[in-house]
């Protein structure tokens, strides 16, 4: 079973940086998509950004050019550098991954959608003040 643990949450002010890590175990498979998603108070939850074991990446319109989404394989750790903070972007944010038997490109398109995938962390909280 695959866990995921979110970490490095907070308050910013509008403009600022933050970096979330997730720690990942359990995986059965060496191919993988891990993603970060967010879900603001009465919106939808909604893909950021992905990254697949080969190291491609997808990023969703909103956050092109100030995240920056990496994945450090030998710790299974992902991170997610956020800069350039507004409110909008204030919400929880969850880290989510997807594992393969087969060659991870055998999937197509990294997903950026929440039914693509199938681990969920916990969340943490990123609350960004204007």
């Known amino acids: 079973q695959v866990q995921l643990v979110e970490s490095g949450g907070g308050s910013v002010q509008a403009g600022g940086s933050l970096r979330l890590s997730c720690a990942a175990s359990?995986?059965?498979?060496?191919?993988?998509?891990m993603g970060w998603f967010r879900q603001a108070p009465g919106k939808e939850r909604e893909g950021v950004a992905a990254i697949d074991s080969d190291g491609r990446t997808r990023y969703a319109d909103s956050v092109k050019g100030r995240f920056a989404i990496s994945l450090d394989n030998a710790k299974k750790t992902l991170y997610l550098q956020m800069n350039t903070l507004n409110p909008e972007d204030a919400a929880m944010y969850y880290c989510?991954?997807?594992?393969?038997?087969?060659?991870?490109?055998?999937?197509?398109?990294?997903?950026?959608?929440?039914?693509?995938?199938?681990?969920w962390g916990q969340g943490t909280q990123v609350t960004v003040s204007s």
């Open positions: 359990g995986y059965k498979y060496s191919n993988y998509w």
């Open positions: 989510a991954a997807r594992q393969s038997a087969w060659p991870i490109r055998t999937l197509g398109t990294i997903g950026l959608a929440p039914h693509e995938y199938h681990y």
